[in-house]
């Protein structure tokens, strides 16, 4: 039973939209009667469960076809192919036989019907002639000529393709074909070369796998690539074959010691040089013509990747001499290009062979390895190692995650792979920085919170973030923070200003998508004061990428951060490069002015009245656009509201409330400049013809948000903001009415940042203590009349 289960273990593929194979799961195979189905059939039943995988009547007019011994391809209906892949040829062979038996064909075929697909244009062709076999041309020199037309004719139509493949497959005419070949080098006959070119060319358009089996063995495939040698638009032969034997010598890095996994890597290599190098590229109109070349060589590779995983010994070596210190610069790069390679293959694995692949790799410690090869003098071994673990971290960014945070408590900070990336991010030598580039999209993809979420481990988010910024974001910023020490940039070369622009598009990147650690670095570093100096740069690029990182600050509408920007002024060096730019219309020049948009239609009247208040004379003079007057109409709309409301007081309040009125509108800026909140003195003194008016000047609708916004009414209540203190009088102080609440609330909101995730609450509360900042006003006594 043991060897049955072997033998007619098979994996179940489906071929997709996409022209690629999808796995639809490993099982055992079977042939019998189903009654449903009223015949013979296919069945496959999972290996795992025993479930049904695959339930196929064997019609009597289907195609199938054996392919390489071991898989069985079929298409089940219109564009719906499948195939079965077996463990062992036994297997298929047995399989087949009962096909064929169904179908009343002799076992020794490869197809057990002709193919026959019509399109609109054949439905007109001469059927009989179409039907007939393909009579091919005696296999001579002086016929080759005969031969090309006819194969080349052969290809317009489907009917005739199979024919001829059938004519070359019975009549062993590739073996014939390249017997000629070999004369027409020895005799020098360019002609001839040139029309076998043509025919090889021709018949790699056939798509059929059993001519492939042929052509891709080992006594054969150099004598193919040869006859592919003499393309007739080149003017000098290439020397694909020179190149294959000589260039791409097979380095062993490790020996293999399994003879069929030694044939499949040499195959498929030259057949994938065949694909990539050799044939000409095939035109929109061939594109599905080779679609079996990349079938055969997407077999190929999951045979070879599953055959190395299942070595044990092989890889434990292979790891073993990859971390060994004793290991040469130049075996480690062999090693290091053998996994990069190994890597590459897995892509063709399906999800869950994937999962099983990188599991591997990781309990063998692919992580620690890497970390010695990264920081590796030798360009192959760095670039190499790079592609490795792009592959992991677009994989499973979790994997990678896990093993930094365990490295917290035992592992030097510039050791931890996190600083590693960092540091090789930041040191790469290449002038187009294309290593660097690729780090930084690696970066991006660990400090990325939408991949943290669908993880099984709530706290990755927290604690990820949490690690990065407490051990390594200082490692990132430190170039940046060197460059900009003095009022203009230091160092203004080409790597550079490309390196800043990298580490710009992250920080910009974590702004938008972390919260209150980035606020943190950026307010306790002064980040966006030093970011700003690269407005001076003379690389325009850098430029704007100062602005963009300026400019997602300012989209989070965040009082901390407008405060932190109106305090330093920091938009004067946004205004000094929009003035040097002297109206040119360039994307400086939009980048500015968007930015100002921006904050106008969203009317951020903090920002709103610095900018008017500090730079209105200059940039009332700004006539080619909108922009300044409609922001400085803003401005004033705002203050006219003021001193509404300031009369409005007048009339209704005694002196000592004004004043406290005055206090509040007006000293606005001075209280939040001391770090503490002022609220209106006390909502219970207000009357309750006061409070309406006040609700509807603050506007229905910021109540009705209020009113249903738990966030807002529990912080609210937390922080002890409404003036609960009756007195006894509750005529005249009547309980604290929605107008108290939505004044709070809107002041509460002014001062906390709302916008971050719910589980992230606490620590900002945490850290906005540490960064001095007093939330919640100092309780005043209620003052009574």
């Known amino acids: 039973m043991a060897m049955t289960d072997t033998r007619r273990r098979v994996k179940l593929y489906a071929l997709n939209a996409d022209r690629q194979w999808d796995d639809r799961g490993t099982g055992h195979v079977s042939s019998s009667y189903?009654?449903?189905?009223?015949?013979?059939?296919?069945?496959?039943?999972?290996?795992?469960?025993?479930?049904?995988?695959?339930?196929?009547?064997?019609q009597p007019d289907t195609a199938y076809q054996k392919q390489q011994d071991t898989l069985i391809v079929w298409s089940e209906g219109d564009n719906f192919d499948l195939a079965l892949s077996f463990q062992e040829k036994a297997g298929c062979d047995e399989i087949w036989e009962k096909i064929c038996q169904v179908q009343g064909k002799d076992p020794s075929v490869d197809i057990t019907q002709d193919l026959v697909e019509e399109s609109e244009d054949e439905r007109y062709d001469?059927?009989?002639?179409?039907?007939?076999?393909?009579?091919?041309?005696?296999?001579?020199?002086?016929?080759?000529?005969?031969?090309?037309?006819?194969?080349?004719?052969?290809?317009?139509?489907?009917?005739?393709?199979?024919?001829?493949?059938?004519?070359?497959?019975?009549?062993?005419?590739?073996?014939?074909?390249?017997?000629?070949?070999?004369?027409?080098?020895?005799?020098?006959?360019?002609?001839?070369?040139?029309?076998?070119?043509?025919?090889?060319?021709?018949?790699?358009?056939?798509?059929?796998?059993?001519?492939?089996?042929?052509?891709?063995?080992?006594?054969?495939?150099?004598?193919?690539?040869?006859?592919?040698?003499?393309?007739?638009?080149?003017?000098?032969?290439?020397?694909?074959?020179?190149?294959?034997?000589?260039?791409?010598?097979?380095?062993?890095?490790?020996?293999?010691?399994?003879?069929?996994?030694?044939?499949?890597?040499?195959?498929?290599?030259?057949?994938?040089?065949?694909?990539?190098?050799?044939?000409?590229?095939?035109?929109?109109?061939?594109?599905?013509m080779l679609s079996t070349l990349s079938s055969f060589i997407f077999f190929n590779k999951v045979e070879i990747v599953n055959l190395i995983q299942e070595d044990a010994k092989f890889l434990n070596e292979l790891f073993a001499q990859l971390t060994d210190e004793s290991t040469p610069d130049e075996k480690r790069r062999d090693l290091v290009l053998f996994l990069k390679e190994f890597c590459n293959f897995s892509q063709n694995l399906q999800p869950n062979g994937k999962e099983s692949f990188y599991k591997t790799l990781s309990t063998l410690g692919i992580l620690p390895a890497l970390e010695i090869t990264l920081a590796m003098d030798d360009p192959q071994t760095k670039t190499a190692s790079i592609d490795i673990l792009t592959h992991i971290v677009e994989f499973s960014p979790s994997v990678v995650r896990e093993y930094t945070l365990q490295q917290t408590n035992s592992t030097d900070e510039e050791q931890m792979l996190m600083n590693i990336v960092i540091e090789q991010m930041i040191c790469d030598n290449d002038p187009e920085l294309g290593g660097a580039v690729q780090l930084m999209g690696i970066l991006r993809i660990l400090l990325d919170p939408e991949n943290m979420l669908a993880s099984a481990n709530k706290t990755e988010k927290t604690d990820f973030l949490n690690y990065f910024y407490k051990h390594s974001i200082h490692v990132l910023i430190a170039p940046l923070l060197a460059n900009t020490a003095e009022e203009e940039p230091s160092k203004e070369d080409y790597q550079t200003v490309q390196l800043l622009g990298l580490i710009l598009e992250?920080?910009?990147?974590?702004?938008?998508?972390?919260?209150?650690?980035?606020?943190?670095?950026?307010?306790?570093?002064?980040?966006?004061?030093?970011?700003?100096?690269?407005?001076?740069?003379?690389?325009?690029?850098?430029?704007?990428?100062?602005?963009?990182?300026?400019?997602?600050?300012?989209?989070?509408?965040?009082e901390f951060y407008n405060r932190y920007i109106i305090r330093g002024n920091l938009f004067a060096p946004v205004i000094d490069a929009f003035l040097r730019n002297n109206g040119r219309y360039n994307l400086l020049d939009s980048a500015i002015l968007e930015m100002f948009e921006f904050i106008k239609l969203e009317d951020i009247k903090s920002l709103c009245t610095h900018v008017v208040e500090n730079f209105g004379k200059v940039l009332d003079g700004v006539e080619y656009v909108k922009t300044f007057k409609a922001l400085r109409l803003r401005y004033d709309q705002h203050q006219n509201k003021l001193k509404d409301r300031s009369l409005d007081s007048r009339y209704r309040r005694d002196q000592r409330q004004l004043e406290e009125e005055?206090?509040?509108?007006?000293?606005?800026?001075?209280?939040?400049?001391?770090?503490?909140?002022?609220?209106?003195?006390?909502?219970?003194?207000?009357?309750?013809?006061?409070?309406?008016?006040?609700?509807?000047?603050?506007?229905?609708?910021?109540?009705?948000?209020?009113?249903?916004?738990?966030?807002?009414?529990?912080?609210?209540?937390?922080?002890?903001?409404?003036?609960?203190?009756?007195?006894?009088?509750?005529a005249v102080n009547p309980p604290p009415s929605p107008g108290g609440d939505v004044k709070a609330t809107m002041y509460k909101k002014a001062l906390v940042d709302y916008e971050g995730d719910s589980d992230e609450e606490e620590e900002e509360e945490e850290e906005e203590e540490e960064d001095g900042e007093v939330l919640t006003p100092s309780p005043k006594r209620a003052r009574l009349t």
């Open 34 to 58: 189903v009654d449903r189905l009223k015949g013979i059939s296919l069945l496959v039943r999972a290996e795992s469960d025993g479930s049904l995988l695959l339930e196929s009547k064997i």
């Open 126 to 288: 001469d059927m009989s002639d179409a039907a007939l076999p393909v009579e091919l041309p005696p296999c001579e020199l002086s016929r080759l000529e005969e031969i090309d037309e006819l194969i080349s004719s052969c290809l317009t139509s489907p009917i005739r393709k199979e024919k001829l493949a059938i004519a070359i497959e019975s009549e062993t005419y590739i073996k014939k074909l390249l017997n000629l070949f070999h004369i027409c080098e020895d005799l020098e006959n360019t002609e001839g070369l040139h029309h076998l070119y043509e025919i090889f060319k021709n018949i790699f358009l056939l798509n059929k796998n059993a001519l492939f089996d042929v052509m891709f063995s080992d006594d054969t495939i150099f004598d193919v690539v040869g006859c592919l040698e003499y393309d007739p638009s080149s003017p000098t032969p290439k020397q694909h074959r020179q190149y294959l034997k000589q260039m791409a010598r097979f380095r062993e890095v490790i020996p293999i010691t399994n003879t069929e996994l030694l044939t499949k890597i040499h195959q498929t290599y030259r057949v994938q040089y065949i694909q990539d190098v050799v044939l000409p590229t095939p035109s929109v109109f061939e594109e599905n």
């Open 506 to 558: 992250l920080l910009s990147f974590c702004v938008e998508h972390h919260t209150y650690h980035v606020k943190n670095c950026i307010l306790n570093k002064d980040l966006l004061r030093r970011i700003l100096v690269l407005m001076k740069s003379k690389h325009t690029f850098l430029v704007l990428c100062a602005l963009r990182f300026m400019r997602k600050i300012i989209a989070l509408k965040d």
């Open 662 to 730: 005055e206090e509040m509108w007006f000293n606005e800026d001075d209280d939040f400049d001391d770090g503490e909140a002022v609220m209106p003195a006390s909502n219970d003194l207000l009357g309750k013809k006061q409070v309406e008016a006040d609700l509807d000047s603050i506007g229905k609708i910021i109540d009705k948000k209020t009113d249903n916004s738990p966030k807002m009414l529990n912080n609210t209540n937390k922080s002890g903001m409404l003036n609960n203190n009756l007195t006894s009088n509750s």
